[in-house]
């Protein structure tokens, strides 16, 4: 049962990876593009690492670390990346 | 098993980034490939530390995760300056 669980959130957080990255490819404007890779990559990964911690509870310290660091780092990393590839526009005009 | 093939579905996962990274010449969305690619390798090394019961490697992939976005953040920092400095 945990198992299947576990399998389970592991292939929602990789459906959320591909469902986040696909539209890298296209041509719609940067800050589109951060958006949604931001929240699917950030929700994906969290989930495949739930997904691991039910795997092997005995490791929990090493992917709470992740989990949290993920969190933070990630939010943060979409906000500085927003603000540096925009900032240079609104110089312009 | 099952997770070998889940690891496979990851490395497909991980090609969509590189290849935006390696045919767009934006320098932004160079580095928003390489964010995802950084944060997909990391939660893949943890993936395989789990299939190879070895926790070192899974250390390795926590240090990547939080010292790595954080080498990002600066880098992107570093570029912005760069150009406001180029363009004058």
Redesign the interface.
Known sequence: MINALS?FC??L??IF??WG??P??GDRS?LF??HG?TVA?TLG?MS??VG?LL??PS?WP??I??LI??AM??T??GY??AY??S??ES?DR | MILNLLLFAMIAALLIPMYEAWQDDDIWQKMLAFASISTKAAIMILVVSVLRDDWMIGVVGVIILSVGNAALMLLAQVIKRMSDVLQG
Do not use: P, Q, R
């Open positions: 399998y592991i292939g957080g990789i990876w591909f990255t696909f890298l490819l940067v593009k951060l890779l990559d990964s495949i690492i691991l795997k092997i490791e090493l992917l670390l992740a660091s993920l780092w990630n943060m990393l500085v990346l540096c590839s900032s240079k110089h």
